[in-house]
């Protein structure tokens, strides 16, 4: 390397939390006008890393240099000090707060705020014009989507003449079309000499912008590595700690009678806005129906009347007998008990209670099962040791079912309610973003589950924002747009590009 | 009714509205910040018997109102302390705060006084004496104006005039001012201000100092102004009927002035008409007295629009990644 100091870089970073070793004695080294990924399964240390660097949290041990010299960062606001700028997550704004609210919240100029507001204003287009970066100043956060809520977050930093900028998980809210865009404003970025620090366990994403790329596994850095001298293979393996299958391996599927059939559902919401229009569909047994979609186009309302969430007008058969859609049996019992399982879109919101313990949350929904009963009392004995035997077969980490929901990590979060789910060898098996926030590892042994459970001759309805599972997983594929169903294709007649469009609303070519 | 009934209602609805302004005003500092506080009525409540006690014994009005908000301030202290730095619950230690107050009261009162829980009555300069306000004497014979100059905006005490002057001040303080963005911020998103180099406990603890300071003023008003000492729970739900102005004001100072006056008016109604008769039935005193107290149910009950309250309300700030 030549004889430029590197932006970042840390020395035998450690931090605990309690018995848990988050971050091992990590060094690092990020040089100046580049983009520097940092790869790992969740749970692996990066966030904890990264707050390390951001203040947020306070090394154990370790050295921080922020451009070659030694740098304390306490705090959030030193951070700051140093020119490091954060993008988390979640994002961190007031929600009925302007855009211009937002970017100048702490770095205000004086008390009063009419000046600052104006000095922000003219800064917030000179950022627009340099990286193109365009948001409307005075548009009221909660009003604006996810995308343009990610650029205040950038322009927040680039406000506070920040110079290294770290992001993590970024393209996780984002769809296909803003994530390119939001490549494009990072390209530009490191074109004007920011340096700056990708968090992300999704692999394209590091292959397509990164110029170095750090592996992290159980708290260690395990790798350092040019991008364009390594392969996503090759960088999975270092991630997982074994080879890992990328491509779903799957047999032809052998469609069977038709098990759901849909006719004509309508849903209205109570702001009387109309979620489903006239969606009509059907799957056979040893079928897996992908829908595709943009977030907030009905497929989320359409997983809700099937698993008796949500009330609604049509006709839905299931093995040619036909499902109540608004009166006493439209409820979610009803529809386990005729062998509907349903996967939901937000585990930590409708498939888990997090404060419950694992064998309690393994219980819900299937609590009324006479195996788990004792006369009017719950056999928790036998919950306990189903749940164990589950998380076995399931390879839940840790199998330990007296550990409260929250304390897994999102891939075996999700371990849990797919196994409670699938383990019941439904007839139609609902799954909403079965791998959203979930690891690889645990996103190849999801998918082998899905498949192998359409093997076994279920219908399987799949929900998901993420193109490459919908095309890799599904048998068929519909895609939803504005509460309709554009149409239908198969897998290897189509690919992401006539997808996009469906999705966006545009019908290429007759449905 | 003739003219000078209606002014006399509405001044006795200014002088009544003024505790639940300030209190409302007080609520709203706190809870804007995210901390939410039952306690107004317990802080208001000691202010009341410290300051009714201090100007007792000086025989300054003055010294009473600093005693008062010197009380307020130990409760809210107490509030910060349990709800921020130990992120306990909030309503919890907000009823604490009410019940502290509510006993401590009268019994230090009995302790010192020795008549009955109460203090002694004030006068002279241990009361706020009314201030004509320059040329109210001369100006009332013009008609219409001069009437509604001398009666209704002059001839209040000092603590009034202040207590309007805080809703200016207020909104000023939140909208314009860096100090009024960031009180705003902690109480929708704790995380935003955190990460943006702000501390949210020092944020809170000044917000809740703030409110303390205003429900001094509150209850030195009731027990040195609006009556002529302090009585056994003389704030008679004047905290709650502020919240529940708050909610009605949507977090706002200009609404909660016209919230508070309007409860003022309910008040001063019940106060002047003791039963109204209709010819064929006759409204009931305790009708009349029980309205504002109704009003505050139907508020509350979320009968009147959508009122979002602060996001963060209530809730402990924890880092979180």
């Not at chain 1, 393996?237 to 309508?266: F, I, S, W």
Request: glycine letters at 10%; charged letters at 20%; aromatic letters at 6%.
């Amino acid at each position: 390397m030549s004889d430029v100091a590197p932006a970042i870089e840390l020395k035998g970073i450690s931090k605990a939390f309690g018995p848990v070793q988050a971050n091992k004695d990590i060094s690092i080294r990020v040089m100046p006008g580049t983009i520097h990924g940092i790869i790992g399964e969740n749970g692996a240390g990066k966030s904890t890393l990264m707050s390390i660097l951001y203040g947020f949290y306070k090394a154990d041990k370790g050295e921080v240099f922020i451009h070659g010299k030694r740098t304390a960062i306490p705090d959030s606001q030193a951070a700051i000090a140093a020119g490091i700028g954060m993008v988390f997550q979640h994002f961190k704004l007031v929600e009925n707060f302007t855009v211009l609210e937002n970017v100048i919240l702490g770095a205000e100029d004086g008390r009063l705020l009419r000046p600052s507001l104006a000095k922000a204003r003219k800064e917030l287009k000179r950022l627009a014009e340099d990286y193109g970066l365009n948001v409307d100043p005075d548009a009221v956060i909660e009003e604006i989507g996810v995308g343009m809520q990610q650029r205040v977050e950038i322009l927040k930093a680039l406000y506070r003449q920040a110079d290294i900028l770290i992001l993590d998980e970024p393209t996780g809210v984002l769809t296909p079309a803003e994530a390119n865009q939001l490549f494009r404003i990072l390209d530009r970025l490191r074109a004007e000499g920011k340096t700056i620090v990708l968090i992300t366990h999704k692999l394209r994403e590091i292959m397509e912008i990164t110029d170095t790329v750090s592996v992290m596994r159980r708290g260690q850095m395990t790798a350092t590595v040019k991008t364009a001298e390594t392969s996503p293979e090759q960088l999975a393996e270092l991630m997982v700690g074994r080879k890992v299958l990328l491509r779903v391996d799957k047999a032809p599927a052998k469609p069977g009678a038709v098990v759901l059939d849909v006719q004509g559902l309508n849903v209205t919401d109570e702001k009387g806005v109309q979620r489903l229009k006239d969606v009509s569909l059907s799957i056979r047994a040893g079928e897996i129906l992908g829908i595709a979609g943009v977030a907030g186009n009905g497929q989320s309302e359409l997983l809700e009347v099937l698993g008796g969430m949500t009330r609604a007008t049509g006709r839905i058969t299931l093995n040619g007998e036909e499902i109540d859609l608004t009166g006493r049996h439209s409820d979610g019992q009803s529809r386990r008990a005729r062998g509907i399982a349903h996967v939901p879109e937000d585990r930590q919101r409708e498939g888990l209670i997090m404060d419950f313990f694992a064998w309690e949350n393994v219980a819900f929904g299937y609590h009324r099962d006479p195996a788990y009963r004792r006369g009017v009392l719950m056999d928790n004995a036998a919950l306990q040791e189903d749940t164990a035997r589950k998380m076995e077969k399931f390879d839940v980490r840790p199998p330990n079912p007296w550990l409260t929901a929250k304390n897994f990590s999102g891939g075996n979060q999700q371990k849990i309610v797919v196994a409670r789910e699938i383990e019941r060898n439904p007839t139609l098996l609902l799954v909403g973003q079965p791998t959203r926030g979930v690891d690889i590892g645990a996103i190849e042994f999801i998918h082998n589950q899905i498949v192998a459970l359409r093997d076994q001759g279920a219908a399987v309805l799949l929900v998901s924002v993420e193109l490459d599972e919908i095309l890799s997983l599904s048998d068929r594929i519909a895609v939803m747009f504005d509460g309709k169903i554009m149409g239908e294709r198969l897998p290897g007649q189509t690919d992401a590009g006539e997808l996009g469009l469906l999705m966006a609303g545009m019908n290429g070519r007759a449905a | 009714m003739d003219y000078m009934t209606i002014l006399q209602i509405l001044d006795s609805t200014v002088r009544l509205a003024v505790p639940l302004l300030l209190a409302c005003l007080a609520g709203l500092y706190s809870e804007r910040a995210g901390i939410f506080d039952i306690g107004l009525e317990g802080k208001m409540l000691a202010a009341a018997f410290f300051s009714g006690a201090v100007a007792a014994v000086s025989g300054s009005a003055w010294l009473g109102l600093l005693a008062g908000m010197g009380a307020s301030l130990v409760l809210s202290a107490l509030h910060g302390l349990a709800s921020i730095t130990f992120r306990g619950n909030q309503l919890i230690s907000g009823v604490a705060v009410n019940f502290l107050a509510a006993g401590m009261t009268v019994v230090v009162a009995q302790d010192w006084f020795k008549q009955g829980g109460r203090t002694p009555s004030l006068s002279g300069a241990a009361r706020f004496e009314p201030i004509t306000l320059p040329g109210a004497e001369a100006l009332r014979d013009v008609p219409i104006l001069g009437p509604l100059y001398a009666e209704l905006i002059s001839g209040h005490t000092s603590l009034v005039y202040i207590a309007f002057a805080c809703v200016p001040l207020t909104w000023w303080a939140l909208y314009r001012t860096r100090f009024g963005l960031r009180l705003r911020a902690v109480g929708e998103n704790p995380a935003a201000v955190d990460t943006a180099g702000v501390s949210v406990v020092g944020l809170r603890y000044a917000a809740v100092a703030i409110c303390g300071v205003l429900c001094g003023i509150a209850g030195a008003y009731l027990a040195t102004a609006l009556q002529a000492g302090f009585v056994k729970d003389m704030t008679a739900g004047r905290g709650y009927i502020a919240l529940a102005a708050l909610i009605f004001a949507k977090w706002r100072p200009w609404y909660a002035l016209l919230a508070t006056l309007l409860f003022g008016l309910l008040q001063a109604i019940a106060l002047r008409y003791q039963n109204i008769d209709l010819g064929a039935i006759t409204i009931p005193v305790q009708v009349m007295d029980a309205l504002p107290y109704i009003l505050t149910v139907v508020i509350l009950a979320g009968f009147v629009g959508k009122a979002i309250p602060p996001r963060a309300g209530g809730e402990p700030y924890v880092k979180e990644r």
